[in-house]
């Protein structure tokens, strides 16, 4: 599709578990960043790749939670021994970049659900 | 640190009538703010920006305004619709080590009734 994919759509597991979500971006796009959205809460930035750069890690909210994005296509998100706090909406966005006209691009999320 | 703030969770509006949701920044480096718009179970979707050099841009029934000194931005919606009823989320950006990372608020849920 022309669209940015995630997969899955939802998921659930068991506390101390590891998951891995996944994003592919829309074609051509440089730009890719991960956000959650909590419950009640405005989307919070996790990380963000560009092109071939390092990544930018600020917003990873502790050492459990690792990305990877290969060939500067298809990214992961890993979360290692899950915690119920880590429950959230998780969203992939892609875009542009060499501009301020910046729109992100969003899929429609991994809803992960932590029991 | 919240840096883009809605300050009212929800707002309700008579189809027809004018919708206006506020958005607030503490953050003077933003330049470019954008307002997203999500329904349930779908990811946010793109729905008008405007640049810190301009103060107003409007796209058919959507206006977004901008107040630099009172940093301050709102989004207009006229006429309402029920099918404008939705999240409406603002976010800023500014050239960081983020690229430019959005900065979203908490988003501000409007219902447009019939």
């Known amino acids: 599709g022309a669209g940015v994919s995630q997969s899955p759509s939802n998921k659930v597991t068991e506390k101390g578990k590891d998951v891995e979500l996944r994003c592919d971006p829309i074609?051509?796009?440089?730009?890719l960043y991960w956000y959650r959205q909590s419950l009640g809460q405005g989307l919070e930035f996790l990380i963000y790749?560009?092109?071939?750069?390092?990544?930018?890690k600020s917003g990873l909210p502790s050492d459990r939670f690792s990305a990877e994005r290969t060939g500067g296509s298809v990214s992961t998100l890993t979360i290692q021994r899950t915690q119920q706090e880590d429950s959230a909406v998780y969203l992939c966005a892609s875009s542009l970049m060499g501009s301020t006209n910046t729109e992100a691009f969003f899929g429609q999320g991994t809803r992960l659900t932590v029991v | 640190d919240q840096q883009v703030k809605q300050n009212s969770p929800s707002l309700s509006v008579q189809e027809g009538r004018i919708s206006i949701l506020n958005c607030d920044y503490t953050n003077s480096m933003f330049d470019y703010f954008l307002w997203y718009k999500k329904y349930p179970a779908e990811g946010p979707t793109f729905l008008i920006s405007?640049?810190?050099?301009?103060d107003k841009n409007e796209d058919g029934r959507f206006t977004v305004f901008l107040n630099k000194s009172a940093k301050h931005l709102s989004l207009h919606i006229v006429p309402s619709q029920p099918g404008d009823s939705a999240v409406y989320f603002c976010a800023a950006s500014a050239n960081s080590n983020s690229g430019y990372a959005l900065n979203f608020g908490k988003g501000t849920s409007l219902l447009v009734t019939p």
């Open positions: 790749f560009q092109g071939n750069s390092a990544p930018d």
């Open positions: 074609s051509g796009h440089t730009a």
């Open positions: 405007i640049s810190s050099i301009k």
